[in-house]
């Protein structure tokens, strides 16, 4: 079982298609970073259904120790930017991000990046769930933008459609 890191987006999009719980039965640890912390927090401020990191007590917030200086000229949120960094100390781990700058740079940093749906695929893998086409529809009705043919592609990858 591997050990992840998640920025913003991943966990966001988890609590609202209400299967952020499977993030602990994918990985052996779940860490995340003061920033996504302080970025959820002020999308609850602003009114925003967004999950309330300390009620999951499988989640760890951890800092990096630091964050390379060349990211800073990315244009990169602090969640993304220390997500990364985190997961630069941690080379084994996986870090979950959905931004595809941040992907890029990440791959780049030969980092091994999963995304969201990536997540979805796993969890049917292992069998937490039958079909993720339900779950792929509730992450668009939450606000997750995805094109038809990336839909149609992880449903494919998932054996759910041809």
């Known amino acids: 079982m591997s050990k992840a890191v998640s920025n913003t987006s ?8 209400g299967v952020l719980e499977w993030l602990p039965q994918i990985f052996e640890e779940v860490v995340t970073v003061p920033a996504v912390v ?3 927090e002020e999308g609850r ?18 800092a990096p120790l ?6 800073f000229v990315t244009d990169l949120g602090s969640g993304e ?13 996986i870090v979950l991000l959905d931004d595809r700058r941040a ?12 995304g969201t ?3 979805l695929i796993e969890a049917k893998r292992i069998g937490l769930v ?13 606000g997750m933008w995805m094109s038809k043919e990336i839909r149609r592609r992880i449903l494919r990858m998932a054996d759910e459609i041809e």
Do not use: C, F, H
């Open 10 to 17: 991943p966990l966001l999009y988890l609590y609202r298609a």
């Open 38 to 40: 302080a970025e959820l």
């Open 45 to 62: 401020r602003r009114g925003y259904d967004v999950p309330q990191l300390s009620r999951y007590r499988w989640l760890k917030v951890r």
């Open 66 to 71: 630091s964050v390379p200086s060349e990211w």
């Open 81 to 93: 930017l220390e997500t990364m960094s985190l997961a630069l100390e941690y080379k084994t781990w």
């Open 103 to 114: 992907r890029e740079i990440a791959k780049a940093a030969g980092l091994n990046v999963w």
């Open 117 to 119: 749906l990536r997540v």
């Open 130 to 142: 039958e079909k993720i086409a339900p779950v792929v529809d509730k992450l668009g009705d939450s």
